[in-house]
């Protein structure tokens, strides 16, 4: 039985990679972007997630951004992003997640990679410094106080390169496991899509946990279509 066989391959693993998307947050009531109702559903990518956006409208963006942060200030870690800190306990593990919400490290989770950036850092757009201490709602526009430049979200927007760290990171995690497991995403951005087929090309199995299939899905070892929340629990415990 599949359940049987993912708590083996995770019982019995010594480094485990975990790629996560947004659908591991969908529990803890944060939208995805491709699902219907999702982020890009309603707002136009181009409009609110690319350098040219945040030149032309910094205002718009950053009420994009603020009222995600405030809809991920008010969730809670989920039981996925808990199953997850409680396997990390007990081993070798790292979590390249693509989320920006911070609930991986909410839930207890230590060695997580954030590789699209995360919500709660701002960045200089003059000297590159980072921010961390500003309200959940950001004043429009914000400053930086050294170079008094506009700040912008740390946040990987679309025609721009992962940071050169998380990358290194994220290709020796996936290079270096003996066990792969992806959850919550719909696998359609790059490079992170890719990441996967690092162990599956090595023989290292992959476990996908996703509410449809993905192009992911023909390459794993084990798939379930199915809820994070409920799904990933129930592969902890006996
Ligand atoms: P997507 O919205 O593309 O995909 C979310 C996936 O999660 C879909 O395949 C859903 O079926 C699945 N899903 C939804 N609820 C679930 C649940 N409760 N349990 C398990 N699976 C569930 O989100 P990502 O793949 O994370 O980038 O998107 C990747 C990147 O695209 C994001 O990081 C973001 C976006 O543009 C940037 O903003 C740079």
Request: hydrophobic letters at 45%; one cysteine or more; aromatic letters at 0%.
């Given at each position: 039985m599949d359940i049987e066989k993912a708590r083996k391959l995770i019982r019995e693993s010594a480094n485990l990679c975990v790629l996560t998307g947004a659908g591991i947050s969908a529990e803890s009531g944060l939208s995805t972007f491709r699902d219907s109702g999702g982020l890009w559903n309603n707002y136009h990518v181009e409009?609110?997630?690319t350098p040219e956006a945040f030149r032309k409208d910094p205002r718009l963006v950053w009420r994009f951004y603020n009222e995600r942060r405030k809809n991920?200030?008010?969730a809670e870690p989920n039981p996925a992003h808990i199953a997850l800190?409680?396997?990390?306990?007990?081993k070798n593990m790292v979590i390249l997640t693509q989320n920006v919400d911070g609930l991986h490290q909410r839930a207890g989770s230590k060695n997580v990679v954030e590789l699209h950036g995360s919500l709660w850092k701002l960045r200089c757009t003059e000297c590159s410094?980072?921010?961390r201490d500003m309200p959940v709602e950001v004043p429009i526009l914000p400053y930086c106080v050294k170079c008094k430049e506009l700040l912008r979200p740390d946040i990987v927007w679309f025609g721009e390169p992962l940071q050169p760290d998380?990358?290194?990171k994220a290709e020796e995690a996936s290079g270096n496991c003996d066990l792969f497991m992806v959850i919550g995403t719909s696998a359609r951005v790059y490079p992170a899509a890719a990441l996967p087929l690092i162990p599956a090309r090595r023989g290292v199995p992959v476990i996908e946990i996703n509410k449809e299939p993905t192009q992911l899905s023909?390459?794993?070892?084990v798939s379930f279509i199915g809820k994070a929340g409920e799904i990933l629990p129930k592969l902890l415990r006996d």
């Open positions: 409009q609110v997630a991920a200030s008010k800190a409680e396997i990390e306990a007990g410094g980072i921010c998380s990358i290194r023909e390459i794993t070892a």
